[in-house]
T-cell receptor
Framework: GDSVTQMEGPVTLSEEAFLTINCTYT??????LFWYVQYPGEGLQLLLK?????DKGSNKGFEATYRKETTSFHLEKGSVQVSDSAVYFC?????????FGAGTTVTVRA | GAVVSQHPSWVICKSGTSVKIECRSL??????MFWYRQFPKQSLMLMAT?????????EQGVEKDKFLINHASLTLSTLTVTSAHPEDSSFYIC???????????FGPGTRLTVL
């Protein structure tokens, strides 16, 4: 079946540091790929997505590129802020069902 | 826009009792709602897909008689955990899909603890 594997956390960074969260997937066909973010006390929010190979999703300074050859969708941000502290989930949509990774908790210190 | 609420946000109950969790789309109509379950440090697992006016579709391994889902209107779906036991303790999350859109909007989740 479909599955998503993302790097374990927690990840603690200083402000303005570079953030990478690795995500790889296993799926049949051609899934769409997503990153969701969950801020404390809130529901998951879509951060960015990519629907086909080589697409780059971007939002709020975050980027991720759909790499079919490596079945990866790594999330990056060049300079994080304290407000980026949250839990980040990688997910894929295959046949209109979302499969999630376990989530990575990111804490950014001032 | 696209806000989804859940009620209650947390609940503690005794073993053997039933608990109802509500999921509401506050500013849009949702033909489809989804129910997920999340264990600590694990990913969200889809339990069932709920379509307004029809029976829910349950994922493999999810007991439909244990987890009753009712999607009575375009803005409300409920999940009832019947005869709850400690192993049902978990974080339950719903999402809603607006009509004509396949993006899911998530509720903040409900923490269920069964004593």
């Amino acid at each position: 079946g479909d599955s998503v594997t993302q790097m374990e956390g927690p990840v603690t960074l200083s402000e303005e540091a570079f953030l990478t969260i690795n995500c790889t997937y296993t799926a049949t066909g051609y899934p769409s790929l997503f990153w969701y973010v969950q801020y404390p006390g809130e529901g998951l929010q879509l951060l960015l997505k990519a629907t086909k190979a080589d697409d780059k999703g971007s939002n709020k300074g975050f980027e991720a590129t759909y790499r079919k050859e490596t079945t990866s969708f790594h999330l990056e941000k060049g300079s994080v802020q304290v407000s980026d502290s949250a839990v980040y989930f990688c997910a894929l949509d295959n046949d209109y069902k979302l499969s999630f990774g376990a989530g990575t908790t990111v804490t950014v210190r001032a | 826009g696209a806000v989804v609420s859940q009620h209650p946000s947390w609940v503690i109950c005794k073993s053997g009792t039933s608990v109802k969790i509500e999921c509401r789309s506050l500013d849009f109509q949702a033909t489809t709602m989804f129910w997920y379950r999340q264990f600590p440090k694990q990913s969200l697992m889809l339990m069932a897909t709920s379509n307004e006016g029809s029976k829910a579709t349950y994922e493999q391994g999810v007991e439909k008689d244990k987890f009753l889902i009712n999607h009575a209107s375009l803005t409300l779906s409920t999940l009832t955990v019947t005869s709850a036991h400690p192993e049902d303790s978990s974080f339950y999350i719903c999402s809603a899909e607006p009509q004509g859109d396949n993006e899911q909007f998530f509720g903040p989740g409900t923490r269920l603890t069964v004593l």
